[in-house]
């Protein structure tokens, strides 16, 4: 048996654990943003599941997988812009309206599925968005087939990541969004428009979380299932902590919830004496542990989670 | 010379106040304008209105003779007018050079120039001798530096006008004496500079011009060499004010505070105290004097069982406060004018009243049989409100509306009115006018007077002179020497604030008598 566990590790698994990674870091890279702006997004959630589902709704319309994954940005900005409206203008308490967001996103999603195309046995199914090895860096040993061997989007996820490594630390751009995390009254006291950033930081996030959606529903299956998301959101959120609010980092947390997930289901596959319920939650367990052990608001923005009052005086 | 701003018949109005009641200002180019007032005489509305943060009801501005729509900072830089707040407004993790690159675009757009941006900085530096390192965290800076640094941001902007709101108020007179030496340059390279403050003294050291402003009115503008500290004083209180004392011979009684021998522990930014003992009688004021940042806050701290202590011991009339909750140190009687009044004196959400009853609304008669009784809170808040003359629309006014120095006297109230045993004072004048500072002090005088024992931290030796009875010096964590106040010679606390003992200075002192 352990033999037989050890050999899960190899080159496959590797694969496999950047796979299921890339929707998480996807989603971790825009709320990195958003909570270096000052709001904590639970949320995300309901960002993923919007993605999954309108990509699948756009890709069956167009019969086009790529303008679906055009619609889920779309759906994903607009949920961003909604949770942006509750939580920077009207104030609205943003753990509250995150979990609120997670919710409605997950019912609105499986009514919507119901009503526009009925009760059915099998789920539409679209075209999914094939792999494709990239030509060259496929070829280099080991690296190749772990990162260059997997779905367009991933290398979108990858471009992503590196430019947002960039805008964040040695941008302009990066610079107000991390000062207006950080104080958002001396922030505005020269002249940056702190709604303005949150708001596009909002947005961002949710048309980043929107594309991590439609990989799961355009390019791991072909189809959207209710409740497709399963908790991704959070182990999102879980990476920006673990990655102490650094995009690279944030990824790296992000890797080690794929590394879980994919583990996960091997143990299943090879028929470990331990209930695949069980197994299931190992992700979210090894979330928890982390989160346990390495908590700490060290290097936590400082306005995070304050929301941001225009019309007080400065004495 | 030709006028810089001018501010024409402005008006703002808040809920129950005139803010601003149709003042004009006017302000030349080179010229260093002095703005007097009592707290809430609206000073900082002013020019909060000028930088753009808030909006004037009415009147216009003229920017060298051009009127200008300022709805915003962004304008108002735009227009080159550049602010130094009271609360500084840096952001404490980033560096010197990335607060300040914040504030403007950068030549490489949208990438940073760190290089660009510091030599410019350093141009800034060499110019106006605001010394600071570009690389150093704004967390790591001292106030004075944080100062320089809010300065060179408005400076980089290329700001002809600066406002600065009551900025020696954080300062050393050391600090202040380097601040004024900039101020000078920078009026002399043709800057036209408004400042904010309330001690005359500085008034009459740095301006050109003054204007006074009191309950929203301009009362007049003079020039600093045509007037006096007396004068102005008149002009803004509205009487004659004393700022010396008659002070009532000592009469000390009971032992009723004593710090033996107390150690805390030293951290990054404090240095912890390492064996201080004094003590404190009823009838008598024990100044601490000494440059902020020496153990008084660790000695604050340690006395109202905020900071526990490693050894030694503290008694609260003879009984030892080891293991006593802050509540029970209270409780003791114990009163404590904080630090900081907006962080650590006042939950700036709370109101006026609530405020006020925040030591107190635990017990009869604010609460009865668990319930508060509302009529009895109002009135004592409103007896509270008139006694301390604190300027307000009424107890339900929320607290982080009203100015610094009102905000000021509602903590006062609160801790003089509970008649405590002892009383710790931290720079219990701290951003004052002139009249309060002078009630204060009375009002301490008066509390000593009647038996209270007072414990007064301050970093304005001037403070501490006109009223303790004894006073002692801290250095690092220590105490230099404790000497009588009456007749106290200047120049050994001076030598003691720099770490010198009192023991030694005697003894040079004695020996340089002999040679
Ligand atoms: N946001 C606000 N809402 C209501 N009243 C306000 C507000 N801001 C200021 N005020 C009131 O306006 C008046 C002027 O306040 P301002 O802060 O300009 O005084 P100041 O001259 O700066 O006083 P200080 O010397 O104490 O700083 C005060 O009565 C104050 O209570
Ligand atoms: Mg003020």
Known sequence: MLESILSLFNLDFLYAAVRMAIPIILAATGEVFLQRSGIFNIGIEAMMIFGAFFGVLGAALTGNSWLGVLFAMLAGSLTGLAFGFVVITVQGDQTITGTAFSIIGLGLTSFLVRVIWGIRKLPVMVTPIERWPVPVLSEIPYLGRIFFDQSPLAYIAYVLLILATIVMFKTTWGLKVRAVGENPKSAASIGINVIRVRYLCAIFSGSVAGIGGAILSLSELNMFVDNMSGGRGYLAMASVILGRWHPLGAALGGLVFGAGNALQMRLQAIGVPIPNNLLLILPYVLALLIMVSVYSRSGAPAALGVPYEKETTIE | ?515
Not at chain 2, 137 to 163: H, M, T
Not at chain 2, 218 to 243: H, Q
Request: aromatic share 4%; hydrophobic share 40%.
């Open chain 2, 1 to 515: 010379m030709s006028t810089a701003v001018r501010m024409e018949e402005i008006v703002k109005r808040y809920p129950g106040v005139m803010a601003n009641d149709h003042i004009t200002l006017e302000i030349e180019e080179g010229e260093i304008h002095a703005l007097l007032g009592e707290n809430g005489a609206g000073k900082t509305t002013l020019m909060n209105i000028l930088f753009g943060l808030i909006q004037k009801d009415s009147g216009q501005i003229y920017l060298r003779n051009t009127p200008v729509t300022i709805n915003s900072p962004s304008d108002a830089i735009a227009n080159g007018i550049g602010m130094v707040h009271q609360h500084f407004m840096l952001t404490p993790v980033f560096t010197v050079t990335e607060n300040i690159m914040l504030v403007d675009r950068s030549p490489r757009e949208p990438f940073l120039d760190h290089e660009g941006v510091k030599r410019r900085i350093l141009d800034i530096v060499q110019s106006s001798g605001l010394h600071v390192d570009p690389d150093a965290k704004v967390s790591s800076l001292c106030v004075g530096d944080q100062q320089r640094v809010e300065i060179i941001k408005v400076l980089f902007r290329g700001a002809k006008v600066l406002i600065l709101d009551e900025p020696t108020s954080v300062l050393t007179p050391k600090e202040t004496d380097e601040l004024f030496v900039v101020l000078r340059r920078l009026a002399k390279q043709g800057h036209a500079i408004i400042f904010i403050t309330h001690k005359l003294r500085e008034v009459m050291e740095i301006s050109d011009r003054v204007t006074v402003l009191r309950g929203g009115k301009v009362i007049g503008t003079v020039l600093t060499k045509e007037t006096s500290p007396d004068a102005l004083a008149k002009m803004m209180v509205g009487r004659e004010v004393f700022l010396t004392f008659e002070k009532t011979p000592v009469h000390r009684g009971q032992k009723m505070l004593e710090v033996i021998d107390v150690v805390t522990r030293a951290g990054q930014a404090c240095t912890g105290l390492k064996g201080v003992s004094l003590d404190v009688s009823a009838g008598e004021i024990l100044g601490i004097a000494g440059v902020d940042g020496n153990g008084q806050r660790e000695l604050v701290e340690a006395i109202m069982g905020l900071q526990p202590i490693e050894s030694g011991d503290i008694r609260i009339k003879g009984k030892s406060t080891r293991g006593c909750s802050t509540r029970k140190i209270i409780d003791m009687g114990v009163s404590n004018i904080p630090f900081q009044r907006q962080t650590e004196g006042l939950i700036l959400t709370f109101s006026v009243s609530e405020s006020l009853l925040l030591k107190e609304w635990r017990k009869p008669p604010f609460t009865r049989n668990g319930l508060f009784d509302k009529k009895v809170i109002q009135n004592t808040s409103k007896n509270l409100i008139k006694e301390y003359d604190i300027r307000t629309t009424g107890p339900d006014a929320k607290v982080g509306n009203m100015s610094g120095g009102n905000q000021q006297k509602v903590i006062l109230a609160r801790e003089l009115s509970r008649n405590p045993d002892i009383l710790i004072a931290c720079h219990p004048t701290h951003g004052l006018d002139i009249g309060a500072t002078e009630y204060v002090r009375q009002q301490l005088l008066n509390e000593r007077d009647r038996g209270g024992a007072i414990l007064l931290i301050s970093t304005e030796l001037d403070e501490i002179l006109a009223i303790s009875d004894r006073i002692a010096v801290f250095f690092e964590g220590q105490v230099m020497g404790v000497i009588d106040a009456a007749n106290a010679d200047l120049n050994a606390i001076g030598l003691m604030m720099m770490g010198i003992r009192l023991a030694e200075i005697k003894k040079n002192n004695s020996t340089g008598e002999k040679g």
